[in-house]
């Protein structure tokens, strides 16, 4: 997916990729997600994630470069602001990155 993702000071960002976490639990199409990005020296060993070219779901994933998934940098969005679909994730990658933000949660 793709979204303008704001900074952490609020400030406008750009638009980047984003990974579609859950459907929010309400009558509203809000959505749960996180932040992709290329600056891989940014990573969360314990949580973030690499996604790269030698990974069997890299192609799907519509990403151009070895991206890192950001697990803490989430935000709630309305559907209506998210810019489209650029491929998918493998369901064991998507599984494994809701169960590394579940620990994270977990163990505040």
Do not use: Y
Not at 11 to 30: C, H, M, Q, S, Y
Not at 95 to 108: P, Q, T, V
């Amino acid at each position: 997916m793709l979204f303008r993702f704001p900074h952490t000071n609020l400030a406008e960002g750009k638009t980047r990729p984003a990974l579609l976490l859950a459907k929010v639990p309400n009558d509203f199409d809000d959505w749960l997600l996180c932040m992709i990005s290329s600056q891989l020296h940014q990573e969360l060993a314990t949580l973030d994630e690499i996604i790269g070219e030698a990974d069997t779901d890299f192609l799907l994933s519509g990403l151009k470069t070895t991206s890192l998934i950001r697990v803490t940098r989430l935000a709630v969005v309305s559907g209506d602001v998210l810019l489209g679909s650029i491929g998918e994730v493998d369901p064991t990658r998507l599984r494994r990155i809701k169960n590394r933000f579940a620990r994270w949660i977990e163990e505040m």
